[in-house]
């Protein structure tokens, strides 16, 4: 059960979750997370499916979580705190399918580099926590800006040896995989955080 304060319905606000990832048990399935509010009378209240967006991909990985708070949603109730609008994350079963939390933040937005070549802004590495703390253009309505996470994706500009190693490998497979080797570089590929791929014979 996470409380808001400082919030009035309707509203919409975007909560950052910072899970553990791969901390879930791989051996259950995904369990659907249910997302409900209280009500004035102090009941719970399911979101409606068009009222979630759900970036953490049922609190799988580390995401932003965007809840649309109707009117409905009261701050004076007796179940709980009250000046608080009250939000429950809920699963029937299985609650270690679900990551561990380690942070909650308010106010969550997601930040993309825009390359640009003539001004020399491009890709170069992940950027560690704290890294990004203002805006380029200043905002009064912002009062502080921080990077609670490590950047995520991306990939750095390809050098010459890399692009030669891609055409010949393109040559090979001509984007179609047929071998267990097409596989394994089609992968690598595709996705540059993976270190090493191994097809296995069946």
């Not at 965007?66 to 109730?77: C, D, M, R, V």
């Not at 995520?152 to 080797?181: C, F, N, P």
């Amino acid at each position: 059960m996470i409380g808001i304060s400082k919030v009035e319905a309707p509203n919409t606000i975007n909560l950052l979750f910072l899970l553990s990832e791969g901390s879930s048990n791989p051996l259950k399935n995904e369990e659907s997370v249910t997302w409900s509010f209280m009500d004035f009378d102090g009941r719970w209240v399911d979101f409606e499916q068009n009222k979630i967006i759900d970036g953490t991909v049922n609190l799988t990985r580390t995401g932003i979580v965007t809840l649309s708070f109707p009117k409905e949603a009261g701050k004076s109730h007796t179940a709980l705190t009250t000046d608080m609008i009250w939000v429950r994350a809920s699963v029937a079963d299985n609650t270690d399918a679900v990551c561990k939390i380690i942070d909650i933040k308010a106010q969550g937005a997601l930040a993309k580099l825009l390359q640009d070549e003539p001004e020399g802004i491009e890709f170069r590495d992940l950027l560690p926590a704290g890294t990004i703390s203002k805006l380029v253009r200043s905002d009064s309505a912002i009062k502080s800006i921080a990077q609670p996470a490590d950047s995520v994706g991306g990939r750095t500009r390809e050098s010459d040896a890399d692009y030669y190693q891609r055409v010949s490998e393109r040559l090979r497979h001509k984007q179609r995989a047929i071998t267990m080797w097409d596989y394994e570089h089609l992968v690598l590929q595709e996705f540059p955080a993976v270190y090493q791929v191994k097809c296995l014979n069946h």
